[in-house]
Every structure is written in structure tokens, then in C-alpha cells.
């Protein structure tokens, strides 16, 4: 199958009005916050997600995907089914649930959807055996690559009452199902429930894709591919929350986690910057970077889910607290390098080109491009152009 790497490049965060700032050099603005808007229960619409200016939300009750303008407007909506897990590729396009909920995935009918942004395109996809997820499983995480042509979702289920190590890699090769390369691969360590999410991305300095394995009330792990499974890593990030939502991105030249934070079940977050060591350990150090402390006083919802997306181009940070709000933000963060820093020639090892879906290339995209120059002293440095 043909392998996209594409570079989960995003910005970083978080404080506001309502915010404690804890690290010099980051600032937020909250640019939009609105009521929940959806009409049907709160537990009909458990996960969502922020993209160009709008917001998707996966309702079961309705049957469809609703999406709302920042102003809380419905502005359309796309049939979806009586399930709740919504995503995105890195491509840009929707990747929604089939399944019924609460039930199992199945193998004889079609159980995931992607449309694309345009909603032009539609493909809808069976699970072969041998990468059927048993267990339940309520949300989806993002795939990897373009589900409409080349790209991955990994699965995760967990049946009631029995540990569950496995991840299901869907894969889709030439516009098809590639059977041949979906499979249940292993990830030995991880502790999932019907609330995780795996969310790829490629941290600085590393040639590898990783993996973000999320649930929302155990400690995250990274994982790589290790052959056909994965080696597992555990993440401790400062003050985690019990809640799903958490997000990988690079920024600046370095590699960061968002999350919801404690007060457990509420709507506040953080950003920790991560370490990978040599040793093979990963570091977040003792207090997150930044926090948005929380705002609603109880639990909007009993699934325990605060999902944040961050769209690098714009500077835009999304975030659902299902039963409680969706707000934005415009943020700025320090650079570990630049112009002004640099005091001496370097060399110049490569240059990338990310667009505002993330996607990664050494060649500029049409639109707004963030330009990476990697050095061979170690540094980096970022720009913005049009091209």
C-alpha cells in the first residue's frame, strides 16, 4: 500500500481571559463561543470536531452529521447513521461511523463513510475479518493519509471485560479497500476502553510515523509500528483529566500534547511539550506549557469527552465540550529559532511545505503554506507564504 507521510503540523496554546498563562511567549484570544446547539440529547451527539470555520458533529438521534457555523448556526448537515464517531484524514475529509451504536462493528455492511470536504465524494467501506474490532467502540480517531485514495484509520474496540491490546488498520489503497493490508495488529501496554481514539502524527526529529493512543481515563501512550504491531511508550502528562480529546501537533520545531485537564469531566485543557529521550522514555515535564482553566462548575456529559483541533494555518484552536460550548481561539507561541536568532551561517538540510490541513511536502501547496527549513545543526525554522 502506498504510505503518505504527512506531518500532523499545528500550533500552540492556551490561555485567555479566563486562563493562568505558565510559560512566556504564549498568548490566546477566545475569538467565538457559543451554546451547545445541537437539538437532540447530549449523548446522541458524543464527538465532533473543529475545521474551517465550522463545526461537525456527529448526531445519531438526527441520523446525520450536523455542522454549525461559529455563530452556533446550522448550516447543513450530511446522512450519516445511527452511530456517534466522527473524525478526519489528514487529507481534510470526514470520516464517520456506521456502526450502530452501541453495538459492534460489523463485516456485512458497510461501517465507515468519508465524504469529502467539498461533499462532493462519498465512499463508504466494509470491515474485512481480519480487521474487525469486536468490541464496542463509540468514537473514531483521525486517519492518516487521504481515505478517499491512499490512507489509514486504525480502530479500537474493547469487548466488556476483557483487556483489550488489539487495533484494527483499515486501510484503503487506489481509491479501494486494500484487504491485503488490513489486519488486527497488537499493541502490547495499552489500556483501552469504547472511549479510545488513536491520532497519528510525526514529531520533530523523527523519521516515523507515531501514534497517539488516547483514552480517556488512563495514561496516553505512543506507539510506532514494530513490523506488523506496535512498541508502546507511556506518556504522563501534567495535570491530565479523566477526558477524552487529547491532540499531538508540532510546532515551532517542537512537539507537543493538548489535553483536557482536572477538574475531571470539565471543560478545561492544557498543552505539555513532549521529550522523546534516548533512552526510549518520553518526558512532559512537571506542568503543562500553558492551561485554559475550566470553566463549567459540573459534568456537561456522562462519556467523559472535551475533543480540542487545532488548524495550524489560521492560528485557530477548536474546541466541543459536548453539552457544554464550542469555542475558538487565535493564538501565538515562541519559535525556537528564527531570522533574528540566527548569528552564524547554517546549512541547510531540507525545506518541507505544510498546508493547513497538516499535510507535508517539499513542494509549496496552492493557498497558505508554513514553510519548515530544517538546518544541520538541529534547528529549524518556520514561515508563513501564499502561494
Known sequence: MKKILLLAACAAMFTSAFADTTADGYTITKSTDVAWPATSATSDCRQGFGMNNKFYIQNKAEQQVQVYDLTGKLVSSIPSANATGISFDQAGNLVISLCEFPGSFRTDTAQIKVVSADGKTVKNYNLPADTLIKGRSDFLGVAEGNMLTDGTLYLVGQITGIPNTVVGVLSVADGELDADNSYKADAPGVVSSTSTVIMPWQPVGSEDMHYLYVTRNATPFDMVK??????????????????????????????????????????????????????????????????????????????????????????????????????????????????????????????????????????????????????????????????
Not at 484552536?317 to 481561539?329: A, F, V
Not at 507561541?333 to 507535508?360: F, I, R
Request: net charge negative; aromatic share 12%.
Open 226 to 387: 514494530d513490523g506488523d504491531n506496535f512498541k508502546v511508550t507511556g506518556i504522563t502528562l501534567p495535570n491530565k483529566g479523566a477526558c477524552n480529546g487529547a491532540f499531538p501537533f508540532v510546532y515551532g520545531g517542537k512537539n507537543y500534547i493538548a489535553y483536557p485537564t482536572l477538574a475531571n469531566y470539565r471543560d478545561g485543557f492544557a498543552v505539555a511539550e513532549i521529550t522523546f529521550n534516548a533512552d526510549g522514555t518520553i518526558s512532559a515535564g512537571d506542568a503543562p506549557v500553558m492551561q485554559v482553566n475550566a470553566v463549567a462548575t459540573a459534568n456537561a456529559n456522562d462519556f467523559q469527552a472535551d475533543w480540542i483541533t487545532v488548524e495550524p494555518s489560521t492560528q485557530t484552536i477548536y474546541q466541543i465540550y459536548p453539552g457544554g460550548n464550542l469555542r475558538t481561539y487565535k493564538f501565538t507561541a515562541p519559535q525556537t529559532t528564527g531570522v533574528n536568532d540566527v548569528t552564524t551561517a547554517k546549512t541547510v538540510k531540507n525545506v518541507t511545505y505544510v498546508n493547513a490541513l497538516g499535510m507535508q511536502s517539499a513542494e509549496p501547496f496552492e493557498g497558505v503554506n508554513i514553510v519548515v527549513t530544517n538546518y544541520t545543526d538541529g534547528s529549524h525554522t518556520s514561515t508563513k507564504v501564499m502561494k
